[in-house]
């Protein structure tokens, strides 16, 4: 009997958690517009500036498409990768597995036509994660 209670309060209490994490399960999900109110030419202006560097140079799709890698890999997706190393502290970019990565220069056009349009909004960790989305793409 007492065996039959603990499985009925098991029972119970997985269908609460259920109740609970479905009741709202789109509220941190992702999003594919998810800048579209806040900044809605940053997937274009990004997409822009890697064709014509592509264009010009095909080869980096595959450094951009590492840099992401290498920036996830650490410690998420951040964009730590792209900080420069200061006179205490080395940073990721100038680790030895980072310095050959190629690409920084596409981020940073990217980065300042965003802000251009729309400062402060689209983080540098999405500008890599978009730009090596569209070089896949364009190759």
Do not use: W
Not at 24 to 34: E, F, H, K, R, V
Request: glycine share 4%; with cysteine.
């Amino acid at each position: 009997m007492a065996r039959m209670i603990t499985l009925y309060i098991l029972e119970l209490l997985l269908a609460v958690q259920v109740l609970i994490v479905s009741v709202n399960p789109g509220a941190n999900a992702l999003s594919m517009d998810y800048y579209m109110m806040r900044c809605p030419f940053a997937e274009m202006i990004i997409k822009n500036t890697v064709n014509q560097a592509l264009s010009n140079d095909p080869t980096l799709a595959a450094g951009l498409l590492r840099m992401h890698f290498h920036d996830c890999f650490v410690e998420g997706c951040d964009g730590s990768v792209l900080i420069d190393s200061t006179k205490d502290n080395t940073a990721e970019k100038d680790s030895p597995a980072n310095l050959s990565l190629r690409g920084y220069e596409i981020i940073d056009q990217a980065k300042q036509a965003i802000e251009k349009q729309c400062p402060g909004v689209v983080s540098c960790a999405d500008i890599v994660a978009m730009a090596a989305r569209d070089a896949v793409f364009f190759v």
